[in-house]
């Protein structure tokens, strides 16, 4: 049995004052505030000068994945509103890329306001205006107990992701304190996001507009994209005292061999835009370890993987980067798909990742453990200099760079 640390939820929280979490983006995403961390020192600038803080020729990766407009309203003919906020397929498919393209009928996962109200057997109708083209969509509880709602609609032209983008709403995080407006379907969105199937933005690249990742390039870095589909799990309060016993989130991803041929190739430092993006790269270090050790090549990390293995007999990066370029070589793959619940916390050695661009998260949050594995004590330090410099908070709020090494 691995000797798991005991982290104490106090110990990963601070007094985050509601004034200080954003509740709208600021208008020119590139104006945000941004903090850089290098080696225990900390500057202040604004995030469209990045390029300055970032290390000669990094190497980026950026999540590209789309939020997609997941939350859906249901009325009733008593005038109840029924809310259901979508969190992954069930049938036909799992893959979130797949179930995106559904015709006709499909299940997912869901949370459910006022599912008391909506009793079993009973079809929610909805009509969505599909272009110039009204489509029936129904609904109902297929699985009370796990939350499982099954879709159908009236034509076999239109995929599920055409009802939802018609229907839907943008699923805001719980701590911004208002209705999704208009300006928030564009807002709550990376200008590089491709892949549908994300309930909630990977916010630390809210702050990149086109320009600025053109600069980027004609600096010479080198700026590259992998896809982690971000469920609502990502908001889900820590309730463990200790926080290792706390159940974490499986999420979708899928990355390239080009990835992972810059990855092997790159010899500068590897900037993770994103604590999705990081989770992913670390994954990929696990994945290859897994392939070396002989323990099959699916791409699943289980939440404590990293901490139940020999230290002393694991791989370096490019040992376990190339091992699966040669599984995907092996099976003729160009991208390959997996999921990963891999839980982030200190003492944990981060194989990939040399530096972060995150934003300010919350008290006693998985990300905040992720944060202080990064960084060390020194996340105190951070976050007390942000509060005491009036950055904004969370998702709309502003950016940090954090270069340890």
Same mark, same amino acid.
């Given at each position: 049995?691995?000797?798991?640390?005991?982290?104490?939820?106090?110990?990963?929280?601070?007094?985050?004052?509601?004034?200080?979490?954003?509740q709208?983006?600021?208008?020119? !995403?590139?104006?945000?505030?941004?903090?850089?961390?290098?080696? %225990?020192?900390?500057?202040?600038?604004?995030f469209?000068?990045? %390029?300055?803080?970032?290390?000669?020729?990094?190497?980026?990766?950026? #999540?590209?994945?789309?939020?997609?407009?997941?939350?859906?309203?249901?009325?009733?003919?008593?005038?109840?509103?029924?809310?259901?906020l979508?969190?992954?397929?069930?049938?036909?498919?799992?893959?979130i890329?797949?179930?995106?393209?559904?015709?006709?009928?499909?299940?997912?996962?869901?949370?459910?306001g006022?599912?008391?109200?909506?009793?079993d057997?009973?079809?929610?109708?909805?009509?969505?205006?599909?272009?110039?083209?009204?489509? !029936?969509?129904?609904?109902?509880?297929?699985?009370?107990?796990n939350?499982?709602?099954?879709?159908?609609?009236? #034509?076999t032209?239109?995929?599920?992701?055409?009802?939802?983008?018609?229907?839907g709403?943008v699923?805001?995080p719980?701590?911004?304190?208002?209705?999704?407006?208009?300006?928030?379907?564009?807002r709550?969105?990376?200008?590089?996001?491709?892949?549908?199937?994300?309930?909630?933005?990977?916010?630390?690249?809210?702050?990149?507009?086109?320009?600025?990742?053109r600069?980027?390039?004609? #600096?010479?870095?080198?700026?590259?994209?992998?896809?982690?589909?971000?469920g609502?799990?990502?908001?889900?309060?820590?309730?463990?005292?200790?926080m290792?016993?706390?159940?974490?989130?499986?999420?979708?991803?899928?990355?390239?061999l080009?990835?992972?041929? #810059?990855l092997?190739?790159?010899?500068?430092?590897?900037?993770?835009?994103?604590?999705?993006?990081? !989770?992913?790269?670390?994954?990929?270090?696990?994945?290859?370890?897994?392939?070396?050790?002989?323990?099959?090549?699916?791409?699943?990390?289980?939440?404590?993987?990293?901490?139940?293995?020999?230290?002393?007999?694991?791989?370096?990066?490019?040992?376990?980067?190339?091992?699966?370029?040669?599984?995907?070589?092996?099976?003729?793959?160009?991208?390959?798909?997996?999921?990963?619940?891999?839980?982030?916390?200190?003492?944990? !050695?981060?194989?990939?990742?040399? %530096?972060?661009i995150t934003?300010?998260?919350?008290?006693?949050?998985?990300?905040?453990?992720?944060?202080?594995?990064?960084?060390?004590?020194?996340?105190?330090?951070?976050?007390?200099?942000?509060?005491?410099?009036?950055?904004?908070?969370?998702?709309?709020?502003?950016?940090?760079l954090?270069?340890?090494?």
């Amino acid at each position: 049995m691995v000797n798991l640390p005991k982290l104490d939820l106090e110990k990963f929280s601070y007094t985050l004052p509601e004034e200080k979490i954003a509740q709208y983006p600021l208008e020119k !995403r590139e104006e945000s505030k941004l903090l850089v961390y290098h080696q %225990g020192a900390i500057q202040h600038g604004i995030f469209k000068d990045i %390029g300055q803080y970032l290390p000669p020729k990094s190497l980026l990766f950026f #999540n590209d994945t789309r939020v997609i407009p997941a939350r859906l309203f249901f009325q009733k003919e008593t005038g109840a509103l029924i809310e259901v906020l979508l969190l992954q397929p069930e049938a036909p498919v799992k893959d979130i890329n797949q179930a995106m393209q559904v015709k006709s009928a499909c299940s997912w996962q869901c949370m459910v306001g006022n599912l008391k109200k909506w009793k079993d057997g009973q079809t929610l109708e909805q009509v969505v205006d599909c272009g110039k083209t009204p489509v !029936r969509l129904r609904a109902k509880v297929e699985n009370r107990e796990n939350k499982i709602i099954a879709f159908q609609w009236d #034509n076999t032209g239109i995929c599920f992701v055409d009802l939802i983008e018609a229907f839907g709403k943008v699923p805001l995080p719980p701590y911004i304190d208002r209705d999704a407006e208009e300006d928030d379907a564009p807002r709550y969105q990376t200008v590089y996001s491709h892949h549908d199937g994300a309930v909630a933005a990977p916010t630390a690249g809210l702050h990149f507009n086109e320009h600025l990742m053109r600069q980027l390039e004609k #600096n010479g870095h080198v700026l590259d994209y992998l896809t982690l589909h971000i469920g609502a799990g990502t908001f889900q309060p820590v309730k463990e005292k200790n926080m290792v016993d706390h159940p974490m989130h499986c999420e979708q991803l899928c990355v390239s061999l080009q990835n992972l041929k #810059n990855l092997c190739n790159h010899k500068a430092p590897v900037i993770a835009v994103g604590t999705t993006s990081m !989770r992913t790269l670390e994954s990929i270090y696990w994945l290859g370890v897994k392939l070396l050790k002989g323990m099959g090549g699916k791409f699943q990390i289980s939440k404590l993987m990293a901490y139940e293995m020999d230290q002393k007999s694991l791989p370096d990066k490019n040992e376990a980067i190339k091992a699966v370029v040669k599984h995907m070589q092996d099976i003729q793959a160009e991208t390959i798909y997996g999921e990963t619940e891999m839980m982030i916390f200190p003492g944990y !050695r981060f194989r990939v990742c040399e %530096g972060l661009i995150t934003n300010y998260h919350m008290p006693g949050s998985t990300l905040m453990l992720l944060v202080a594995a990064f960084i060390g004590e020194d996340w105190r330090k951070v976050y007390k200099e942000a509060l005491e410099n009036d950055y904004r908070f969370l998702s709309y709020g502003d950016s940090s760079l954090l270069l340890p090494g």
